[in-house]
């Protein structure tokens, strides 16, 4: 298993919660072994390239607030979020396989999720006022499926790399949108934060 970094590294993560986010990756270590939920080549930089680069998202949503997490794969950010901001989160991923894990994972860490297996386009989900996804598709198709699922005032939180100005781009010449841009500390990284989301 990945070495988890030393609990004073993350001075606004309690001990519980720590606690709970190690059992994940331990977890997720082992299952990563028989599916592909990271790259292997991934898993040394698990902590930091994935666990820490989504607990980001934690101080822009209310504590136990109702996500809408899209491609939720290995659990990121959905499973992240349920853990450290106690979110109630649904979890949409259509791989079963991915959806048995994050099943397994929400019951071992305690979480409050519920495990969607079906595709983005056929969902019939009441609103609500968080849409996350991460790594999952270019800004332009996750607003056409974030659109409908976020509840009035809501906004989505998407976790970006190095092409998001240029998928901002892209997607005002079919939307309108409130778009606050927030630094990530991890690098190449940027987190969009998307409101008043209509098409153009």
Do not use: Y
């Not at 331990?26 to 939920?37: H, M, P, S, V």
């Not at 136990?64 to 499973?79: A, C, Q, W, Y």
């Not at 100005?165 to 079919?174: K, M, N, S």
């Not at 778009?179 to 934060?193: M, Y």
């Amino acid at each position: 298993m990945p070495t988890p970094p030393h609990p004073l590294s993350l001075p606004d993560v309690p001990r519980e919660t720590f606690e709970r986010l190690v059992c994940f990756a331990d977890l997720l270590t082992r299952w990563t072994q028989k599916i592909n939920l990271i790259s292997s080549r991934d898993l040394p930089h698990l902590w930091s390239r994935h666990i820490e680069d989504c607990l980001q998202l934690v101080p822009l949503v209310e504590r136990g607030t109702r996500i809408t997490d899209l491609g939720s794969g290995g659990g990121f950010p959905g499973l992240i979020l349920a853990i450290a901001a106690d979110a109630d989160v649904t979890l949409v991923e259509s791989d079963r396989r991915k959806a048995a894990f994050l099943r397994e994972a929400s019951r071992a860490t305690g979480c409050r999720t519920r495990v969607i297996d079906r595709r983005i386009e056929t969902l019939d989900l009441p609103p609500a006022p968080v849409v996350t996804a991460r790594a999952l598709a270019r800004l332009d198709q996750l607003l056409d499926w974030s659109a409908p699922l976020i509840a009035p005032g809501g906004f989505a939180l998407f976790l970006k790399g190095q092409h998001a100005p240029d998928e901002l781009t892209d997607a005002e010449r079919h939307w309108h949108m409130t778009v606050e841009r927030i630094p990530s500390r991890t690098p190449g990284g940027t987190i969009l934060k998307i409101s008043d989301i209509r098409r153009v």
